[in-house]
């Protein structure tokens, strides 16, 4: 039943062979890879006219250079991960990168602040989407932790389902939004041009009284959250059809110059419209409001960057259980996140990711503005480390022409790094956090990593000396009376070994006297020894007589402990027994160091 | 860590001789089984007067002589249980008494609906207890379920701590109500009498035109709501001291006669006062502030009553778990509820009876009103068919003065009856999931014990002829490298038997090949059998296999799967390791007749 409902969900398990299919060709790439960073457009010119309004409407003008300068790291960051890509043809995450050339601490910090940046970008993306619907229709406003939910659920289950047909569904709102802003772009700046618009702006240039180089920082690094999901290119070159690096690295050149026309149209019409932020309408909305009024079209681009907010949230199902299973692979995280399910995908990550995603859309009741800080520095920390370690590498490796390569990275480095620090500067109300969360999370790496090294190290095995012992056998079966389950334990024993001893715990002298008599007539050909329990338990007096039997035989003999169980037919009928045969085991497995044998017992009815 | 959380919670176990020790004197048995049904005070009176206004103050007069009925009633049915207690000395609660006269299915009918009342006894009592403290202090009234929760539990770990100390805890409260009640009861009578009441009351004998026989019904049998809890005391035989029965009787006849006139003191008060049931006083409160005014007896007596109103829920926590372990010794009911916990109170019985009833709070916000005329309805139900047992006793057996028994419970049950029908008549919107609920319950009753006699049957073996039968062995070893702890395995599986095989499951042709390699330089004398899994998937590849063994082997081997499992030092290591085993194992244990023995490795690091 269980089975069959998972074939329904997630369809029918694929071979490992099949995984070549699975692979992702440049455009469902684009699709799947570049929604989190496409989708930033509906945001990013607004983050920055945001914080201009703090120096008043005359400093409006200031977004247009500040749009060039986002544009400009936007080609540092993709000239920097090209270099990456061909450096890191398996996959070149920030992770990767800084752990190669910066050193493990360093790689676990960059790994860290990613695996908890793509559990935001669901939650965020998939909170902000829901505003976007709840905006257009206020009515569902009291559901919206549930169309997250909903949201993120199905996110999940189409990425259980395997990447392709994910890519499938995802492509074509992908591709909607991006001709739908270039359609919005194109009109508006030929309604522009026509004289379709009579606003007064701010003339560039224009000198403002009250600004400071503090708060165009300010609103550069604002602007800057329009970067966010550039790196997921480089982390999944291992998804890519062949020529992975070459098809990844244009991919990302695509994505890099979609994603900064998108974002410069629309700041230069945000500009020559006029266009002030406003909490009730987004930056865009207005754009297209002027441009093609409350139409169709309206609507239509509307919901679209809804949709888009959402699919941006599973750029993080690709990213998070690929760096999850590279993370387990290292032996930072458990070895479950390096299982491939069903459908070849890294199911543990994706279900993990689906459920630590949804708990945070809980947990902020999907108000998730505090989070978005939090978001854009979780970016911006493994962007530093990543092209700090590409520095490291140039030096060291010297390759030709690695001059200007240093100077790029060096220039996207000092960039991110005094981004990151402006974020730490203006906003650290709402990121503090992050410096609690990481310690924890590097610490966790390290605690797990250190017991698989232990474990590993004791289990390790000399195979020239180390064979197996052959020693006798004693066995143990507590029974509770004279039944068929006893019977085909006993007979179980006795095929074993001819050292078994039956033990029956009583709790009155006439239960025992009973069972003693009884079983001089039944007669198995067994020894049977009795306990009496003043306390009720039967689990107490049956481990204090293992105790004893292990410590006189242990030396000669395996101990093993025969657990007759028997198995009811529907499981609701389980708790109809008392589970003293599970409790037993539980306690015997984790405390002593018997064998445990169970030997089943099926009701038919 | 857990067990001694659980020490300080509940105290040191004891021994089962110790239970002599934990029985009830009478004034103990008081304090523990009378709460319920003299905390009905609280509410009886007001309950009669708010349905005889429905026909004008005029017809407030009717209340005295509708209390004398009620009283009436009381006396019916202590004289009716007292015959119980002498004819069931080992308990004779509804569900004996009607199982025992009238058959199982009447009984189980009796015994369901008791078992849901006590649920609802503890819901409603802690709800409206908790409406007593939130009346006093309406800034607590947001926090009205988290405080009926608390107590809620606070019964609980009371109640597993044993009876005589949570007697010796409930005792003090029970008594200061009844001291309390009767020094406002007899301070109203000398006010009342010294003339310094001045109430305009209709005298006995108005005539009221709009008065009907139904309305009076109905307000009589909303005064029956001051009889719920009078039955605790028959159920509860065994927890007294001997000579039990005797006690018990005086112990029944003790509350009747507190209940009876607090009941009747109150409802004359009422009447003298003039006092109108309003719905943000109480009739107590009113009796209480005209009497002394709003000094500090008055609030003494207000946090009494509610104090009271949550130990009435203390009697359903005697009287559930005694009525399940009866059930389940009946095999009606899971056989874990006739289990005596550390501290000798059946704990299974007292744990779901918590669980179920801060279920019921938080379902119905604490908020009860809904359930009051289900919760006595569930009483009625009952009384209703415990008479009428006695009934069909005294007309078979036929003892010395049966015909005054007969009619005393002839008169009782009519009554009880004719109650029972007018709840159901005039309040049927409120109570009817009962004819829902409880069909569901004995159906469960049913399914259980079906359950337990066919266990018994399949169970079931002959002394004679059935005896331990010895076959060969097969063991079955899965590894999947050669590590410490298959040393282990394949040294306890040779010690049992030369027919050994290890299974290896590969999903490469190179893992198969290191591994075939690899077993032959160690060469432990054990033939290793390597498959090919193409879906990743050990498990499958691995049951295909052993149903091959299983087919070739059954007849004539006992087929044994020895599963490798390391433990973990620390409980949350266990996360970091697949659990290949566990899944095995539950697999195996539940879809084939194969033995499985376990052989732990523990980690020491």
Redo the contacts between chains.
Sequence with gaps: MVGKFKRLLIGR?????EIEGEKLTKLKALAVLSSDALSSVAYGTEQILIVLMAAGFAAVWYSIPISIAVLGLLLILIFSYRQTIFAYPTGGGAYIVAKDNLGVPVGLLAGGSLLVDYILTVAVSSSAGTDAITSAFPSLHDHRVLIALIMIVFLTIMNLRGVTEAASVLAVPVYLFVISIFVLIISGVIKYLSGGIHAAVPEMGTTVSNISLFLLLKAFSSGCSALTGVEAVSNAIPNFKKPAEKNAAKTLVMMGTILGAMFIGISLLAYWYGIVPNPKETVVSQIANATFGRGIIYYVIQGITALILFLAANTAYSAFPLLASMLAKDKFM???FM??G?RLGFSNGIINLGILSALLVILFSGNTENLIPLYALGVFIPFTLSQLGMMMRWIKLKPSGWRTKLIINTIGMLTTLTISLIFVLTKFSHIWMVFIFLPIVIFIFYQ?NR??H??AE????D?LK????????TIVVPIAG???????S???A????DNVVAVYVG?TDEDIERMEK?WD??N???RLIVLRS????VIRPLLKFINTVEWKNSETD?I?VLIP????KHWW?H????QTSLVLRTYL??QK?????????????
Excluded: C
């Design positions: 398990p694929m071979k490992s062979a458990p070895r479950m299982v491939r069903d797990t017991h698989y232990n474990t004791q289990l390790r095995i195979i180390d064979k197996p012992i052959i020693k006798g056998n004279i039944t068929q389950v006893v019977k085909q006993i007979g179980y006795k095929s074993v070994t709790f009884k007539e039944w198995p050909g067994v003043s306390y009720r338990s395996h093993t169980q028997f198995i009811t009928q708790i109809l027994h008392n497995i984790n160091n018997v064998i445990i044998t169970t030997v089943p017992y099926h009701l038919k009815r």
